[in-house]
């Protein structure tokens, strides 16, 4: 009667953990969603900012280089840009 009882109780363990088990990865599931959400609009920010950045520092080479070596051809100048 003692392994009978022991036996039972050990299969619904097992059931309960299962349902466990299934929960924990549901939840890691969606964390990595979210993580990996998160992380692509941080590095989308990142991106911006450092097109941004390079655009000023090509408008600010290419003012630089009129004002050293004179005027410059207007095509050549829309070509920069």
């Known amino acids: 009667m003692h392994s009978v009882l022991d036996k039972i109780y050990l299969t619904k363990m097992l059931h309960y ?3 466990l088990r299934v929960k924990c990865y549901a939840r890691k599931e969606s964390d990595t969603k979210r ?3 998160i992380n692509h609009l941080w590095s989308r920010g990142l991106r911006r ?8 520092s ?3 080479m290419t003012k630089e280089d009129v004002e050293t ?3 410059v051809v207007e095509e050549v100048l829309a070509a920069r840009f």
């Open 17 to 19: 953990m299962s349902e």
């Open 35 to 37: 993580i990996t959400m």
């Open 49 to 56: 900012s450092f097109n941004k950045w390079k655009m000023q």
């Open 58 to 60: 090509e408008k600010y």
């Open 69 to 71: 070596c004179g005027p």
